[in-house]
Nanobody, 118 residues
């Protein structure tokens, strides 16, 4: 089992920045990818960014490329999402998720609210 706890959400004005953290515990040696997803009411959860745990390769949704940066600190078992140039449409509950080898994203955090005011 892997447990994930997000932090760092809040309210920010458009153009501002926030940094989300996702602390992993438990069987962290089984993690292959860490990802960030977001969801707004009435919409499906959407992919935001992912990082491979060992190599650090990164992947982004087109909507956040050039504005968001995902990173990880293996020693601290923590993933980060640096969000810059935030827009009102970035408002959502953000979830981190862990993908273990041979599976899909099967561990999820509780979510953290990000609100961007115009």
């Amino acid at each position: 089992q892997v447990q994930l706890v997000e932090s760092g959400g809040g309210v920010v004005q458009a153009g501002g920045s926030l940094r989300l953290s996702c602390a992993a515990s438990g069987r962290t040696f089984t993690i292959y990818n860490m990802g960030w997803f977001r969801q707004t009411p009435g919409k499906e959860r959407e992919f935001v960014a992912a990082v491979t745990w060992s190599v650090g390769s990164t992947y982004y949704a087109d909507s956040v490329k050039g504005r968001f940066t995902i990173s990880r600190n293996n020693a601290e078992n923590t993933a980060y999402l640096q969000m810059n140039s935030l827009k009102p449409e970035d408002t959502a509950v953000y979830y981190c998720a862990a993908q273990t080898i041979g599976t899909t994203y099967n561990y999820w955090g509780q979510g953290t609210q990000v609100t961007v005011s115009s």
